[in-house]
Structure formats: structure tokens, C-alpha cells
């Protein structure tokens, strides 16, 4: 399960970072030291949705707490012996994002966690869009209505499992939940809370009037708290959790970042400069603002992702297929030509990340997608490169029509 990685242990600058990772496809976990370096081993555990024809898309969130729990024991079990200070500062959780699991008063799920790919609210997409104005839903939430956010799944929920709404105390993001279970604290991120659909651009608040649309209340959703705001753990929770993992006694645990806003991180697109791409079956380009567009560009998304700063960013299909293509007639070779071209256009790229395999700018709700599913080709023409083009002059010229957030 674990595999070792380039910078030894011993060699780590604390303190130390302990960074956990939920995918579609498997739970992961590093630590990284002061100067971000991966130290010492990562542990990965393989886990995949739970998927059916009528648009099912879901996964058990305690399979995801139990693995994320054992990914804990074997990272922090080779720092037990460290002198105080020099272990675990900080604890960092990132999932794929559209989650949600309906939790009771005591925090136990209600439903399974469905994920981004669940489309079995296409009806409630269509209710939603003829009785609101889907521009000014987009304009307010920087959110288009859509099968991956939370309005239409919770309008679905309501009328599928009413007894589950009945008995719903709160609506939580994977994250939110296997965090909770850890350290008691009921909080989301502010860019996992984004990702609902449910969060005002401008203020970084829940947006009221479409939490209303939803069919919830306010009080049925998580505190937000900004990337600079660790969650404040009670003193015996504390304990308990320096007891489990005495590696961890002095570390702050932060609320949970979605995965397209810690892919742009990881890849050092975080600022204007730099376009962050994902590039997988399908694809999404993203760019970290610090101005809030006054009007966002047609078919584009924006999250809010902190006090400060907000991610832009559009997804196309058939991504896989348009690189194939490139490369069969462009014939770039591997190695430094390449990195130092997409250096050149200020590109950064990924490999492939879940938030990219959702049709976020399709007008229809659709079932699950498979990054898996058929290979690209080197038959296909270019057409998706227009489109990449277009995306990627709105995404440049966006920061340039702002005002300060």
C-alpha cells in the first residue's frame, strides 16, 4: 500500500504537512515538509463509485473515513518517536468535489456520499431552470444549474427519499463528514462549499435565496471557514486525537479544499499568471484570481475559494482525443521542448482530475462519466482545440474586467 518517495524522512525540514487526497479512484496521503517536499512514504488505498444505468454515482462515506483513517496510522507511525515540534503541523484534506451525504443530529449518514457523476436529478434541473433565471444563478453563485451541484440533487432527494430530508440535520460535503467524525468540528471549506452551487461569489456567505431554492434551510449547512482559519477542536477531541496519533498532538486540522482549486496549487498555477490544465477523457482549464469578475464570461464557472481569491475555469469534453491528435501531428518530442512550450504559454498541466469528468458545460444533466472509458485516438480531428482556444482568451482576459473582491 505504500511506496517510498525520492527525500528520506531524516531528511524532512519541519514541520511537517499531512496531506490527504479522496478521488474517484482511490484515497492518498503524503507528508511534505517545510520547503514542500514529499518526505519519506505515501499510502494509497484503491476505491471506486458504486455506479448503475439509471445515473446512480455513489460511494460508503465511512469506507472513505476508514480509509483515510488507515492512510493516518501508517504515515504518522514512522514519526512516533519525534521530539515536540518537529511532528505533524498541519493536517490537509482535499476530495473530489459535488459531493454530499445527509447526516442525522448525531452525525451519522443518512445516504450514501453521492458524487459529482450522479445524474439522476435531470428532471429537478429542468424544474429549476424554468422557474429561475439560470444567468443571474450563474452571475450570483458562479455556478450554471446543473446534475453536479447541489439545488437539483436536493430537490431530487426530497422527492425520491423523503424520509431522508425528514430526518436530515445537516448536508455535508465527503470532506466536511470525514472530518467531523475525526475532530467533532462542523465546518466545509470555502471552495469545497462553492462547488455546491449554494455559496455567493461575492461574499464567500451561503446564498440565501439559493439555499431557499434547494429546499433547506441555513441551518442545515456548515459553518465556511477560509484556508487561513484552522478548525477549532475541542479539548478532549483533542486529546483523543493525540492518543490515536501521538504525531499529531500539536498539528492544526484545516476544513476541506475542493480538488480542482489543490490541483491548481500543486501544479504552481495560483495566481493570475498561470492557467492551470487537466487533461484526462476530458479536460478543464482554471485559473486563481484575486479580482471577482463583475460579469462572468458565458459557460465558465467561478468558485470562490478563499477570502481573497477565486478559481475561474471552463471543462470541455473529448480532451483525450484532442491531445492525441496533437501529438500525432504535431510529433512534439518528450522532454524539455515540451515543458519549456507550455512554460512559455503560461500553461501548467495535470494529468487528470475528477472535477474535469463532469460535462460542466453541458446544457443536459447526465448520468456518471468514466475516465476510463475509450481510449483517445489518433483518428479524431481537432475540433475541441477551438474551443480550448476561446477558453483559454476568457480565462486570460477575465481578471482584466474586476473589482476587488
Same mark, same amino acid.
Given at each position: ?24 479512484? &482511490? #484515497?492518498?496521503?503524503?507528508?511534505? *515538509?517545510?520547503? @514542500? %517536499? !514529499? ?6 488505498? +484503491?476505491? =471506486? ?47 473530489? &468535489? #459535488?459531493?454530499?451525504?445527509?447526516? *442525522?443530529?448525531? @452525525? %451519522? !449518514? ?6 459529482? +457523476?450522479? =445524474? ?47 430526518? &436530515? ?69 483533542? &486529546? ?166
Amino acid at each position: 500500500m505504500a511506496a517510498e518517495f525520492e527525500i528520506a524522512l531524516q531528511d524532512a525540514v519541519p514541520p511537517l504537512v499531512l496531506a490527504l487526497d479522496v478521488g474517484s479512484t &482511490a #484515497s492518498r496521503g503524503m507528508i511534505y *515538509d517545510a520547503h @514542500g %517536499r !514529499p518526505a519519506g512514504r505515501r499510502a494509497k488505498v +484503491a476505491h =471506486g463509485f458504486t455506479v448503475a444505468p439509471d445515473g446512480t454515482s455513489v460511494i460508503d462515506p465511512d469506507q472513505v473515513l476508514e480509509e483515510l483513517s488507515s492512510i493516518v496510522d501508517e504515515l504518522t507511525g514512522t514519526l512516533e518517536d519525534v521530539r515536540p515540534g518537529e511532528g505533524i503541523a498541519g493536517v490537509a484534506l482535499d476530495t473530489f &468535489a #459535488s459531493s454530499l451525504v445527509v447526516v *442525522d443530529g448525531d @452525525g %451519522r !449518514p443518512l445516504t450514501p456520499c453521492f458524487t459529482y +457523476a450522479d =445524474g439522476r436529478c435531470g428532471r429537478q434541473v429542468e424544474s429549476l431552470r424554468e422557474e429561475l433565471v439560470e444567468a443571474e444563478v450563474q452571475e450570483r453563485t458562479g455556478a450554471r444549474i446543473h446534475s453536479s451541484y447541489w439545488p437539483a440533487r436536493l430537490r431530487w432527494l426530497a422527492e425520491d427519499q423523503p424520509e431522508v430530508v425528514a430526518g &436530515a440535520a445537516h448536508y455535508l460535503s465527503l470532506g466536511d463528514y470525514v472530518l467531523r467524525a475525526l475532530t467533532g468540528v462542523l465546518a466545509t471549506g470555502t471552495s469545497s462549499a462553492a462547488w455546491t452551487g449554494l455559496v455567493d461569489r461575492q461574499t464567500a456567505d451561503w446564498s440565501a435565496p439559493d439555499v431557499a431554492a434547494a429546499g433547506i434551510r441555513l441551518d442545515q449547512l456548515p459553518p465556511i471557514r477560509h484556508l487561513d482559519q484552522p478548525l477549532d477542536i475541542a479539548p478532549d477531541r483533542a &486529546a483523543e486525537l493525540a492518543e490515536r496519533w501521538p504525531a499529531l498532538r500539536d498539528a492544526r486540522w484545516f476544513a476541506t479544499v475542493a480538488d480542482g482549486f489543490a490541483a491548481n496549487v500543486g501544479l504552481g498555477a495560483g495566481d493570475e499568471t498561470t492557467i492551470g490544465a487537466s487533461c484526462a477523457t476530458s479536460g478543464a482549464l482554471r485559473v486563481v484570481i484575486r479580482q471577482m469578475p463583475d460579469t462572468l464570461p458565458p459557460g465558465l464557472w467561478c468558485y470562490r475559494v478563499s477570502h481573497d481569491r477565486a478559481l475561474l475555469g471552463g471543462a470541455l469534453n473529448d480532451v483525450g482525443r484532442a491531445l492525441s491528435w496533437a501529438d500525432a501531428t504535431l510529433r512534439v518530442e518528450e522532454g524539455e521542448d515540451r515543458e519549456a512550450s507550455a512554460d512559455a504559454m503560461g500553461v501548467a498541466a495535470e494529468p487528470a482530475a475528477s472535477e474535469a469528468s463532469r460535462p460542466a458545460t453541458s446544457d443536459a444533466a447526465e448520468p456518471a462519466t468514466n475516465d476510463a472509458a475509450e481510449p483517445a485516438t489518433s483518428e479524431t480531428s481537432g475540433p475541441a482545440a477551438g474551443d480550448t482556444d476561446d477558453l483559454s482568451r476568457a480565462l486570460m482576459a477575465a481578471p482584466q474586467d474586476t473589482t476587488p473582491l
